[in-house]
């Protein structure tokens, strides 16, 4: 069986909207991400932010991997 892989995207993300970063801003979002997994899913997930409005896109994207 393949690892579960999800691609999970935010407009308006209230972390990263009106800011600039040079990095992927939202660690709020994410670690909540994480746990919404766990609970509704059962399953282990790393998440790392991949597009982020901070940095110029429109939206944050965040990639999920099943970890095991
Ligand atoms: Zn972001």
Do not use: Q
């Not at 040079?22 to 919404?36: A, D, F, Q």
């Amino acid at each position: 069986m393949e690892p579960l892989r999800a691609t999970i995207r935010i407009h308006d993300n209230f972390e990263c909207t009106y800011l600039r970063a040079v990095s992927p801003n939202s660690h709020y979002i994410r670690g909540h991400l994480v746990g919404l997994a766990k609970v509704i899913f059962g399953k282990r997930v790393e998440i790392e932010e991949t597009k982020c409005s901070a940095m110029g896109t429109s939206y944050c994207e965040f990639a999920a991997v099943e970890t095991a």
